[in-house]
């Protein structure tokens, strides 16, 4: 009687866990018992703290220089070679030099030195990029950002969001799902390119200016957590939908393994999307000084109709660069699942828009260490915080405006996302303000006709 | 504005051909029978018009008051000016090259309306007569602004639609009762227009023609004169134009004074 009292309570300790577990998963395909029981976790990229510059600013052996473009190749040559300078690459476009300075001068000895010379145009530090993203918990929930009906946003007990607080994707998506020409380059750590939900929307392995070659494969995770955002397999019954279902990725990395880059290679991927056919740039990156040599990058592919999507980083400050490069890039704010801001979203006259930023489910690249995925044979997904997956959202969105409208201008595209942009803290900061610009994006209205009613 | 030019500069010249041909014939007292018919009319039609290179369709509603003049030159060989006020309804119409796509729900669009028909009289018996008929008709609308709404910046669109239809065909009319003659118009019978449209956002901009077409392009007219005594005639009609997937129709009422 005994035995039969405890096998019962075990029975029902059992049921309870189990339907417990069972509300949480959406994807029928991975409901494997042990996987309701063991929640999929992965190892914090950066052991849960957001990314922010810690230690250096600047790359401690190189500058950046510009000579003026009357110095033929031989006068420079014999520059370098007087400042006892070596020439470590150079930006044709730009035509731009990163240097190795001497060992017995300093950075900041050497930036003025050579800004004493009449014949360079400008000098300056090769400063550092950084990330502002952190994977956390996985959890196949619902992408709220694209259509919030309300739900719980993550693990039980998490908050519900708020109806209809979201970037209205379905409803856009009704008029465009976008165009396979349209190219989204992401300028990040790189993409797994053998991820499932993205592999058939990759254009080419793209290019690594990390260890330069044409292989842009994810060794960190950020940047595939970015383009799965933008443009996910999408409608394929597995993991999540990207905002621009055709468009394809053009992976550039220009971030290593351990989430740092410099501006010398933020150039060259810049540049290099804009000569390989990239409609729009995400730039889920920043740095926090401004640079010459990276507005003019940035100048170079607005002026090819490229439109810049960049994240204003999440230390609760000031607007990174590039995002702080107002003529030339949109800069994007965080919101949450409430269409409030959040705290930590950087704010300034910069602030172009915003978009949801807060616990935002994407790919995690399939290398990525976890047993239950190893076990199971899932294609990771997880969840990311920052400005750094706001961002993409943006591009999405850009790129089907493109897609739908292939002959407006880059600073058509980024007005039309401005100007139908939902001002969602109107009540405390009516109109554009420095906390999320114009307002959360909103793609059905810039997308979706427009009834016109009103007389004027 | 060179199309309103063309189409002022046809009614011009109808109305002065008209004119001459009867001065013409009245000095020359060829007929005893020449005359004037002032008159008024209704008419309204609704069409299916298709878009985008026959991507998309919608319906043009129109209903025009028009004041008009039938000058019989010789016996059975008439020329009429016709010259009105129009309200055209072009609501689902989207524009998709503007910066920010819109479609219209604004209701009737007032506009001034121009045009001329020639019939001919072809054959008669005892009680049928068939007639040469041809028609058009040009509807030029008034520029509209109005507000883009939901922006979080002011906007607005302004709007300029016209219209033409041209119709042509025989009508057979039973001549058989006394006052009372009804007929039946069959022609082929064509609409198209345009409708431009510019957008200004700041400083966005951009502007659309958007080219229309008519679906339907033959109708069938089903009719009746009645003489209410000998210089006053009322005329009404009915139309239906049948197109590939629906039937687009039209009704028109007259009333002309000779003199």
Partial sequence: ?456 | MKKINYFSLAAILILSLCSFSYAQFHEEKYSPKISIKPGIGFEYFSRTISWDDDKYSSNLKSYFFILNAEFEIQEGFSLNALAGYSFSNFDSLIFRELPFSVELDVGDMSGFLFGGEIKKSIFSTNDFEVEGLGQFVYYLGSKKEWDIPDLNVEGSVTGKPWWMRASAGPVITYTGFDYFYPYIYLSYNKLWGKFKIEQTIQELSGSEDKKITGKSVFSTSLGAIYEVFDALTLKAEASFMPYNKGLDFGVMLRAMYSF
């Fill in chain 1, 1 to 456: 009687m005994k035995t039969k009292k405890i096998f019962f309570l075990f029975f029902i300790i059992y049921i309870f866990i189990f339907s417990a577990s069972f509300q949480h998963h959406r994807f029928d395909r991975y409901k494997k018992p042990l996987y309701r029981f063991f929640r999929p976790r992965i190892q914090s990229i950066n052991k849960g703290l957001p990314f922010q510059l810690k230690e250096k600013q600047y790359v401690p052996d190189q500058i950046l220089i510009k000579f003026k473009p009357t110095l033929s190749e031989l006068l420079i040559e014999t520059t370098l070679a007087a400042y006892q300078t070596k020439k470590i690459n150079r930006i044709p476009r730009l035509n731009i030099y990163q240097l190795q300075i001497p060992r017995d001068i300093t950075v900041e000895e050497m930036v003025y030195v050579m800004n004493q010379n009449p014949d360079v145009e400008y000098a300056e530090f090769n400063y550092i990029v950084y990330i502002t993203e952190t994977p956390n918990d996985i959890y196949f929930k619902y992408q709220y950002a694209l259509y919030n009906s309300g739900q719980s946003i993550g693990i039980p007990g998490s908050p519900h969001g708020t109806e209809r607080a979201d970037i209205k994707a379905t409803a856009a998506w009704e008029e465009t799902k976008g165009e396979e020409e349209v190219i989204i380059a992401v300028i990040d750590s790189g993409v797994d390119l053998l991820h499932p939900d993205i592999e058939t929307k990759i254009l080419s392995s793209g290019r690594d200016f990390v260890n330069d070659d044409f292989d842009a494969t994810d060794d960190h995770g950020h940047g595939t957590h970015v383009a799965g955002i933008a443009a996910a397999e999408s409608n394929n019954n597995e993991g999540i939908a990207g905002v621009a279902w055709n468009c394809k990725i053009l992976p550039i990395k220009i971030v290593d393994e351990e989430g740092y880059g410099d501006y010398y290679s933020l150039i060259e991927g810049i540049t290099y999307a804009a000569d390989n056919g990239a409609d729009v740039i995400n730039l889920s990156i920043g740095g926090e000084f401004t640079a010459q040599a990276l507005e003019e990058a940035l100048k170079y592919a607005y002026e090819k109709d490229i439109v810049i999507i960049a994240a204003v980083g999440n230390e609760g400050g000031a607007v990174l660069y590039p995002a702080a490069y107002d003529d030339y890039c949109l800069a994007v704010a965080a919101t949450d699942y409430d269409d409030i801001r959040v705290d930590w979203s950087n704010f300034g006259p910069e602030v172009d828009v915003a978009a949801p930023g807060e616990r935002i489910i994407s790919l995690v690249p399939t290398w990525y260490p976890s047993s239950i995925w190893d076990d199971f044979e899932l294609p990771p997904y997880g969840y990311g915080f920052g400005t750094s997956m706001a961002a993409p959202y943006v591009s999405g969105f850009a790129a089907l405006i493109k897609s739908i409208k292939p002959w407006l201008t880059a600073a058509e595209i980024m007005n039309i996302i401005r100007y139908s942009a939902d001002d969602t803290n109107k009540e405390d900061y009516p109109g554009n303000d420095e906390f999320i610009g114009y307002g959360r994006i909103n793609m059905e209205k810039a997308l979706v006709p427009i009834k016109i009613t009103t007389h004027k």
